[in-house]
């Protein structure tokens, strides 16, 4: 006969040891399963003296019941032990501030508005005009001729439609600004301009910021002095600023404008192609011609006018060295503004 108390005891033990589901399932194996022990037990029933039968039998069922039990009860504890531990170790914080995903501006309009400010707070009026443009304001008013290279079908976008193009400039705003304004006028005029130009410097699409003064005794030391104060503040160091004479047609003097390279500090690299100097805009007096097209007296008025590349500014100020980053709204190049 199997001494019951016993193997009672043992699975107690056994079961009060068991640290894991898996280790319990083993116990449950050794003494429920198909050859277990108490599995056994009850089998051995029948083999029991018909006298003692009855008392075994109804023990063997307790003892049964008192197993499924006890096995249920450890593999709920276990199974609460183990959820402890993984909560302990798996844990999330959900006190962490989870910050929404603000957009920000897009560094060319940073850079517009940057621009802009500075001119404001030199007492300058923004102005703004039409993309599409009438050819007359665009060149005939600026003393551009018709011959003239800048109107090649290389450099201008033609909209079907006699007398209008994208504009190449956003000069024409000064036109339409001397059209219907009397002097004195301080002006920019920001805007996207068009040219059939395309590489890592040059985009079809562009931003220029112009800007036009028209006053009483303007000269070019007043264009120099603005320009200079623009680019420093713009660029937030004291930069070597240089006028190179050159040609526009509707300006006369013409100069270039040179800002020691902010890449290198002028000792000559990649971005300034070892020269030291970088060319930031073009700008010069008012040609005389420009003004009798829009009906202002030039023995009483003269005025300076100047135009700038946003995107070159740009580049220089981030050290972006590719145009086309601008346009791809790629936001892993956006997220760095
Ligand atoms: N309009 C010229 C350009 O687009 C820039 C410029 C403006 C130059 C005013 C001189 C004076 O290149």
Request: net charge negative; charged share 25%.
């Amino acid at each position: 006969m199997i001494d019951l108390k016993a193997l009672e005891e043992d699975l107690r033990e056994e079961v009060s040891k068991a640290s894991s589901l898996s280790q319990l399932a083993q116990i449950k194996a050794k003494y429920l399963g198909k050859n277990g022990y108490i599995t056994q037990a009850i089998a051995n029933i029948k083999n029991i003296p018909q006298e003692e039968r009855k008392e075994y039998g109804a023990k063997v069922n307790k003892l049964k019941e008192y197993a499924e039990n006890l096995i249920r009860q450890r593999e709920e504890e276990i199974r609460k032990i183990e959820l402890q531990e993984k909560l302990s170790k798996e844990w999330l914080d959900l006190s962490i501030p989870l910050e929404p995903a603000y957009g920000t501006y897009h560094p060319i309009t940073q850079t517009l508005n940057r621009i802009k400010e500075i001119f404001i707070s030199m007492g300058f009026s923004v102005m703004e005009g039409p993309e599409v443009e009438l050819e007359e304001y665009n060149f005939d008013m600026l003393n551009i001729p018709k011959e003239h290279p800048a109107r090649d079908m290389q450099d201008t976008f033609y909209v079907n439609k006699e007398g209008y193009l994208l504009r190449t400039h956003t000069s024409p705003v000064q036109i339409r600004t001397m059209l219907s304004h009397k002097p004195p006028i301080y002006i920019i005029a920001p805007g996207k301009v068009y040219r059939r130009d395309d590489d890592p410097t040059h985009s079809p699409m562009f931003h220029q910021v112009e800007g036009l003064v028209v006053d009483k005794d303007i000269s070019f030391g007043h264009m120099k002095y603005t320009i200079e104060v623009f680019l420093r503040e713009f660029f937030e160091v004291n930069v070597p600023v240089r006028f190179r004479a050159s040609y526009f047609p509707f300006t006369e003097p013409s100069a270039e404008v040179d800002i020691g390279c902010v890449i290198c500090n002028g000792e000559g690299c990649r971005v300034c192609k070892q020269s030291g100097w970088l060319e930031v805009m073009g700008c010069g007096m008012v040609h005389p011609a420009v003004f009798e097209s829009c009906g202002i007296d030039t023995e009483i008025y003269s005025g300076f006018a100047f135009g700038m590349g946003v995107e070159r500014l740009a580049m220089l100020y981030f050290g972006i060295d590719n145009i086309k980053l601008f346009f791809e709204n790629n936001i892993r190049f956006l997220r760095e503004f």
